[in-house]
């Protein structure tokens, strides 16, 4: 890593710390944590970060074509460093691919792709789903004890950052969701009342009209209580 990389980690930090989440998505927050990471983190070459989900692992975000090849050579074997730090959110080093034993064959074709030494740090990220940050080195021994702290740490405002989206977007999908319900529900009551002023009969007996109609015509409720109201009205149904 050259000197005009590096940032100072505490202003990483800060960085991480002042993304609004209103205006980016769960994609720009991990591109943010793996450009970061890359420019912070002491002998850091490549960085990506790995979403697990069940049996299902990928990349999320890279800073270059070696770290996407390296985490998807662990994902055909089902094995490697990054998926076992997801698993067991815990931090696992490789100093060296060429002395490597838990992983041998992705150890190897890492070191012949230019890689030499990783770094990957559990990242817990929200119920049912796991994750890595993931630190390549193209050096042996690329990350000290020092660096092995600071990445631990890093990781750790990662998680916090990651967390807060996902709750974040949770929220927003949820708010979006119940302004749907009550414009589902105030166009329904619409519809109640004209065919109550039509055909003076009670709201249950409204409801179950418009029910009978949805069924007969394969038609969602919400879609043939605007059509009754846009017809009502004189407009075209939206």
Partial sequence: ??????????????????????????????AKIAELAKRTIPGASEVSVTLVRGDDAHTAAFTGELALALDEWQYERGHGPCLDASAATETLSVPDMSNESRWPDWAKRAREAGASSSLSIGLPVQD?????????????????????ILAQTFAGYAAVALA????????????????AAMANRAVIEQAKGIIMGERRC???????????????????????ASALVANASGTSAP
């Fill in 164 to 179: 807060n989206v996902h709750l974040y977007d949770t929220q927003a999908t949820l708010a979006r969701h119940m302004q």
């Fill in 202 to 224: 009670t709201p249950d007996e409204a409801f179950a009209i418009l029910a009978k109609l949805s069924q007969d015509t394969n038609r969602k409720l919400r879609d043939v």
């Fill in 1 to 30: 890593m050259t000197d005009t990389q590096a940032m100072d980690p505490n202003n990483a930090f800060a960085e991480l710390g002042s993304i609004k989440l209103a205006d980016v998505d769960l994609d720009a927050v991990l």
């Fill in 128 to 148: 049912k789903v796991t994750g890595a940050l993931n630190i390549y080195g193209t050096e042996p021994d690329a990350f000290d004890e020092e660096a092995m």
